[in-house]
């Protein structure tokens, strides 16, 4: 058996023939032809006010705080357990990071915990949704109202997830996706910045164009364009647009693929979740989930790295997750001290199993009897 990795791009005939198109039409920089067009497919398709294509999901991120005017001594809650981006974005314009715990049964946070976390100073919360399930959304925005705090939902992992119905990435005041090469829809680097309230959505397209009135310009709402508020260049090129437009062609063959994996998985490894040797993903209620990645749950850091050891001596790339942020390096001086027990569990005993829509048959049983052969052992 060859190696089989953690994920593995499923680009093809449809992208090259999109990339070559974009390249022959010359228009090749930032809000070109293909950006329109990925645009007005995620504002009409998922139930969105405005989709803003960005380089990465961290600069949606950035952006997200710079349009809510983030300052010194705001306080941004968010899980420990995620990306370093969902923490920075808020850090780099001088917000107090509070960090919260997961959930004991699943990495989501609960309404609760940030509840607990609110104080006069909170001006947003950042929920991230796990492996494509969606945090309580409804419960979340209600909070929001009576508390008077914004919501940005890190929806890097969520496209094409859904939660009461509803598209995940329509929930919160703003969204973040990230097009990722890891992600389900991607183009190999990628982001979005998904507007659910209006009310941000002009200032929105300002910050995005360096502070401009760019757009507006070309839409021939103004006479010349020039600088009017803050900002940055957080456009991504036509080019990547290209490629992620000919992913969403492809969608639904991509997604079909991705769930027959996740689902194989789910049932052929239940004997060993069965036998308390390991946890599965618990499927949270009024959530459709999208597959985005398929992990379990170890008794520990030492068995965890054991299983590691032997899969990659069967020539399987299986890797942890998160490790938490209010551990690290740079956020431990900052953190208030409070003590994360479930972050701390999920960064020492999750695992993550390969997933992609390319994997064959073979390399599924292969990584699903590897891993019965494991604990068969212990």
Not at 168 to 173: R, T, V
Not at 241 to 255: C, H, K, N
Not at 261 to 266: D, G, L, Q, S
Not at 342 to 364: N, Q
């Amino acid at each position: 058996m060859e190696w089989i990795p953690l994920v593995r791009p499923s680009y093809g005939a449809t992208e090259e023939k999109e990339l070559l198109n974009c390249f022959h039409q010359g228009r090749l920089e930032g809000d070109g032809p293909y950006t329109k067009k990925i645009h007005q497919f995620f504002q009409q398709t998922y139930q969105i006010e405005k989709a803003l294509f960005t380089t990465s999901c961290t600069d949606a991120l950035e952006l997200a705080a710079l349009l809510l005017d983030i300052k010194p001594g705001d306080e941004v809650i968010i899980p420990s357990y995620t990306f370093v981006s969902t923490a920075h974005a808020f850090a780099l314009r001088g917000a107090k990071i509070v960090f919260i715990d997961s959930q004991p049964d699943h990495p989501n946070v609960s309404i609760e915990a940030i509840r607990k976390a609110l104080t006069p100073r909170t001006r947003a919360v950042v929920p991230v949704h796990y492996a494509g399930f969606s945090c309580e959304m409804d419960q979340l925005m209600k909070l929001s109202a009576e508390k008077n705090f914004i919501v940005i939902a890190d929806a890097a992992q969520a496209i094409e997830s859904k939660y009461l119905g509803k598209p995940a990435i329509a929930w919160g005041h703003m969204s973040t996706l990230s097009f990722h090469q890891t992600k389900n829809i991607s183009c190999g680097e990628g982001g979005m910045l998904i507007i659910n309230d209006k009310k941000f959505a002009k200032r929105a397209e300002i910050l995005r164009e360096k502070g401009t009135n760019r757009s507006a310009f070309f839409r021939g709402e103004v006479d010349k364009y020039n600088c009017i508020d803050i900002g940055s260049s957080y456009l991504g090129s036509d080019l990547l647009a290209s490629i992620l437009w000919a992913q969403l062609e492809r969608r639904e063959e991509l997604q079909l693929a991705r769930h027959k994996i996740w689902k194989a998985y789910h049932e052929k490894l239940a004997p060993l979740a069965n036998a308390g040797k390991i946890v599965l993903p618990k499927i949270l209620p009024n959530t459709e989930h999208n597959a985005h990645c398929y992990y379990v749950i170890c008794k520990d850091l030492e068995e965890r790295t054991q299983l590691i050891t032997f899969l990659k001596d069967r020539q399987i790339g299986a890797v942890f997750h998160y490790l938490s942020l209010h551990k690290s390096p740079y956020y431990l001086p900052l953190h208030d001290g409070r003590d994360l027990p479930m972050s701390d569990h999920y960064t020492d005993a999750l695992l993550r199993l390969p997933l992609f829509p390319t994997m064959t048959e073979a390399e599924l049983d292969h990584v699903i009897r590897s891993i019965h052969d494991f604990f068969r052992k212990l």
